[in-house]
């Protein structure tokens, strides 16, 4: 088994050097002859069949691959549709389509997100060992959803009928990377959007090709929909009697970035030496523990799980107000300032008399028994008091630009916190920057106060 899980990352380090080349060759391919452009973007119309993938899945590898990586696949899964669910409340996917299943990572975090609404899965995976074992894992579950299962997505369009094949929710985790030709990729996700009906996922890992691979695809989609946009203006300005195609285009044109991204602008981070990834820890099993190599050392109990992800939404970013719009925060020295004076007065006659109560009346301990009924019963009111509570307090941050995303982890050095953030700087949401902030507590008490307890992937407001 060892020897097996070695040689599925070995694999998976021959992909990375092919990511690493494919730009460099194509970039100088792009160089030497620029009308190639042209013709690999007809290519990317008509084509339609699924390309050759990379890595293929044969017993052997399925099996290293649910002993060393399907529980951190499963975590990156479960951490991008949790952040899915917080920025979408009302969304509740009945009709669902996970392509490059494998083993159903995927399916497990769907189904631990929206455990209710899930009503049909179909899932798309080439490899028959991945299709077995995931169905394998899957048997003894009550309360599955109808799941249908295809080796491409032309078998999928052969099954289903035109109007069926729309999906609520699209996901495509840790498979793009496998497809070595830029050009398939491209026509995989355009096949993947044309599926969707309202939100698209893709997840790959969190490394510079992973994160390349994401930008490169939230580029095509975001230029696709734009160029839509402009013919559906000029189509619109030439006829305006029919309104009922009128009504169709502007039903389906248009997308917006849900997560991470706070715009749709040219990602800032491009040519910069950063890339955009972010970070879940999880618990290690046995297996993983017992197969995965290290060094001469005991593995750690855990381990961290760096991903990269874009989540679309069809539709134009609504127009909300930001958050800190017309808001003013007062420096330290103005806190101060402003405080009573009587309430900072001690009365220390009190203060004596209750230090004597407390000396002279001890605390008496009661011998309670404890029931195990009762311990069950007091902590599940307890938590329904808490998260109450908590909807009480907590307000979800709405889809407008005015709220940024934290990229790297925030460093505090003494009373400043420092943090790096992704942010819109138009109210459409069209422009986007990265900057770096610093707060102190002299300054601005308030936010500095929320900056120590932010955490990398948090949103910021603006």
């Excluded at 035109?162 to 495509?172: F, W």
């Excluded at 190599?293 to 874009?310: A, T, Y």
Aim: net charge positive; with cysteine.
């Amino acid at each position: 088994m060892k020897r097996k899980v070695l040689r599925l990352s070995e694999s998976f380090n021959a992909i990375k050097g092919v990511n690493l080349t494919l730009t460099e060759s194509t970039s100088k391919e792009l160089f030497e002859d620029p009308l190639k452009s042209v013709e690999q973007s007809k290519r990317w119309k008509i084509k339609s069949a699924y390309g050759d993938i990379g890595l293929k899945y044969r017993d052997d590898e399925t099996i290293a691959y649910v002993a060393s990586r399907m529980p951190a696949v499963y975590s990156a899964c479960y951490r991008v549709l949790c952040e899915v669910r917080r920025r979408l409340p009302g969304f509740s996917p009945a009709k669902v389509l996970d392509f490059g299943a494998g083993t159903g990572s995927a399916f497990w975090a769907l189904r631990e997100v929206w455990p209710r609404s899930l009503e049909k899965v179909n899932l798309v995976e080439p490899s028959q060992s991945m299709q077995r074992a995931g169905q394998s894992l899957m048997q003894g579950l009550k309360d599955l959803p109808l799941i249908h299962s295809y080796n491409s997505i032309q078998a999928l369009n052969k099954d289903i009928s035109k109007s069926e094949r729309e999906h609520d929710l699209v996901i495509a985790s840790y498979v793009l990377g496998e497809v070595p030709s830029l050009q398939d990729r491209i026509t995989i996700v355009r096949q993947l959007w044309d599926l969707t009906r309202d939100v698209l996922v893709l997840v790959e890992p969190g490394t510079p090709q992973g994160s390349s691979i994401i930008s490169q695809m939230r580029s095509h989609i975001l230029w696709m929909e734009k160029r839509k946009s402009r013919k559906y203006e000029a189509r619109k300005s030439k006829d305006t009697n029919k309104e009922t195609s009128k009504d169709l285009v502007t039903l389906r044109s248009g997308v917006h970035i849900v997560a991470p991204c706070p715009h749709e602008g040219r990602c800032p981070l491009e040519n910069s030496g950063k890339y955009c990834h972010f970070v879940q820890r999880l618990q290690r099993t046995t297996s993983q523990r017992a197969y995965k190599r290290s060094k001469s050392e005991p593995l750690r109990g855990f381990e961290d799980e760096k991903f990269s992800f874009v989540a679309f939404r069809r539709g134009e970013r609504p127009r909300e107000r930001w958050p800190l719009d017309g808001m003013k925060f007062d420096t330290l020295k103005e806190q101060h300032a402003k405080r009573n004076p009587e309430d900072l007065e001690i009365d220390y006659e009190d203060l004596l008399r209750l230090q004597a109560e407390a000396e002279v009346e001890p605390c008496k301990k009661e011998d309670l028994v404890n029931y195990e009924s009762d311990e069950v019963q007091d902590d599940t009111v307890d938590s329904d008091k808490d998260q109450e509570k908590g909807e009480e307090e907590t307000i979800p941050a709405d889809l407008g630009g005015g709220w940024g995303r934290i990229i790297f982890s925030p460093v505090r050095r003494g009373r400043q916190v420092a943090m790096d953030v992704c942010r819109s700087i138009k109210r459409d949401g069209s422009e986007g920057s990265f900057q770096h902030l610093v707060f102190t507590r002299s300054k601005n008490p308030t936010l500095h106060r929320l900056a120590k307890k932010s955490l990398w992937g948090d949103l910021w407001p603006f």
